[in-house]
């Protein structure tokens, strides 16, 4: 399923995927950010989507899915479109679920999961927010499965941050020195 093309074709199924994923589509794919040719990645790609801080969502040539965020993060975060937007539907805060201690034990992780996604949802009713029912919209709509139980998802994507070769990015400064992160978003 192209849910790029889905997306930029369906204006109110994008604007519901920013509610609920604070994502936004782009009408064009775009270079991904260089900051004034200072950054460069290891993997080509090009920026298809941003968040509201102006991090990038990168489809890499191999057909996986980066992220480069405004703060200086970067890694790979799915081994294709349709992971990532399982991901998204599912993990809408995915960022918050960056805590690496939490992956060592399915129980715990079930757990953690459930911690984070219950203090989304209380965050969401504080502003008049159905984040549930946006959540369940958007993944019918979306034709992505909304799971009960996020382990085995979130279990994929914590490998695919993992994987070689890791998506990283390069930053030079004006004297050509330079430092790389390590391409995993667990490393902070």
Known sequence: MDFIRMLREDKDLSDLLCDVCDIEILADFQPPEDEFGHLSYNIPGKTFARAGSGSEYILLEDGSVGFWGSEGACGRIADNLEEFFELMVNCPYWMDYLDEDEYQGREDLREYAEEVFEEHVENAEEIDFDLLGAQRELAERLGAEKKEN???????????????????????????????????????
């Open 150 to 188: 996020v382990v085995d998802l979130l279990l994929r994507f914590y490998r695919c941050t993992k994987r070689e070769p890791r998506f990283m990015s390069t930053y030079t400064e004006d004297d050509g020195s330079s430092h790389s992160g390590t391409g995993s978003l667990f490393d902070r």
